[in-house]
C-alpha cells in the first residue's frame, strides 16, 4: 500500500541538523505532505513508499531546513545604505530619513527586505516594527513564516526635538500606553493567524525607552497570553548610560531585579554586556540575537555570543537594519559570524562553519522559541526547506571523501544566490530562482520610488545639513 505525498524531495546532500552536528544524509529524500514533513529517509527507500504528486530532483543540490533571520526590522530596507561608516548612525545618517519614511515606504520596504531575504534562503523571519496596517498582510500573502514584534516604547510621539545627545530621554506615559494596546491588539489579531505560520511576540523597544511601570505591565500581559517578548537588550552605550542615570544600574543587573531574565525573553545585541553579565543573561535562560553584519558595521564590535554559548545560551543570528548592514542575508551573517569570532578570539577553531549554521537553523529555532516545529528536517515538523545547487562554480568541487567540504563552503563561499528553490509550509515559494507568490520587478520598482520620493523629502529637509555622510559626498567618495 503506496503512502501518499504532496512533493518528495529526492537525491540531495541533506543536511537534517539532527542530533548535535549536521545530519547529513547522502542520496536523501524528504517527503512532504500537506505543510508537514511527512518522511526522511534515503532516496531509494522513500521512492519505492512513496505515491508523489511532484517530484523535486535535488541531485548536485544540499537541501537544508530553511534559514531564520531572527532580528530584522523590513521597513529600513526602503533606506538601505544610507547608515554606515559614521559615529552616530541613528542620529547623524539615519534619523533625518527616518523621519521621512511614509507608511507607504514603509510597506515598501517590508516587501522588498521579505523578497531580498526569501531568494537567499530565509524562511523565518523575526520581524520588528511598528504595527501598519497591511504590514502583516504581506507575510501573509508572500508565504513566508513570520514571527511579528510590534514595537512598543514611550518615547514622545511628537519626537524628540531638543533632545541632545547625553541627556535623559523624556517618556510619555501616554504614547507607551498607546504603542502597548496597539501591540496587544496586533497579537489578538495575528497570533497564530495563517494556519499557524504568523505568530507575534511583544517588543518593548529596549529599557531604556519605556517606564519600569510599563516594562512590568508588557511582562505580566506577556505572562498571561504565553507570548515571548522581543527587546534589544545592552545594544549601545547609550543605553547603558539611561540606564545609570535614570536607575543607578546597568541594564542586565535592572533586568535581572525587574525578573525578566527569563527564557520568554529573546535578547537582541548584548552589544555592551560584560562577559560576566552575558553568562548571568544566558544561565537564566533568555535567549540571544547576534547580529554579526549590523553591529560590526555601525558600532565596530563583536557582541559576546561566544561566552553566551558557552555559559549554556541559544543564539540566533539576524540581519537587523538594511540601512546600515547593508542585506538581510543569513548567508552573509554566517560568515561574518565565523570570521569576527575567530579574529575576536585569535583562533581559528571558535566558531566553526557547523556551529554557524545550527545558529541559522536549529539553534536558532529554538532561540526564537518555534524549536518544536522547525529548524531541521524531520518527520512531523514543518515543512520549511531550501534547495542550494552546489554546482556552483564558488561552490564546486563538492567532495565527500576523505573530508566533507559542503558545510565549510555553504558558509564561506556561498552569496544565497545560489538558492534555487524555496519551501514553506510544504508550498513551494521559489522554483528555479522564479519567486512564485510575489511579483518581484514590481516590488524593486515600487520601492525605488518611494525611496527616490523620500530621498528628495530629506533633501528638502533642512536637517538634512546634520548627514555624517555629506563630507565624504563632497570629497568623492561616494
Ligand atoms: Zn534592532
Redesign the pocket.
Known sequence: MPRYADCLVVHAHLFTMEGTGVGYRADGAVAVRGDAIADVGPTSRLQAEFEAEEILDARGCAVLPGLIDA?M?TPLAIVRGVAQDVAHWMQQALAPYSRHITPAAALAGTRLNVVEALKAGTTTMVD?ARPLPGWAEIYDQVGVRARLSPTINALPAGGMAGWKLGDLYPLDEGSGEAALDAAVAFSEDWHEAADGRITVMLGPQAPDMLSREQLLKVKSIAQRQGLMIHM?VA?GDREIDQMLQRYGQRTPAFLDDLRYLDDQLLA??LTEATDPEAELIARRGVRMVL?SG?IGIIDGIVPPAQVFRRAGGWVAL?S??PSGNNCSNLFNEMKLTALFNKIKFRDPTVMPAWEVLRMATIEGARAVGLGDTIGSLVAGKQADLIVIDLVAPQLSPALQTPIRNIVPNLVYAASGHEVRDVMVAGRLLMRHRQLLTVDEPAVVADAQREAEAIAGRVAADPVHSQLALLEPMAAGQL
Open positions: 532580528h526590522h520588528y534589544h545594544q537582541v545585541h547580529c549590523s539576524g537587523d537594519q
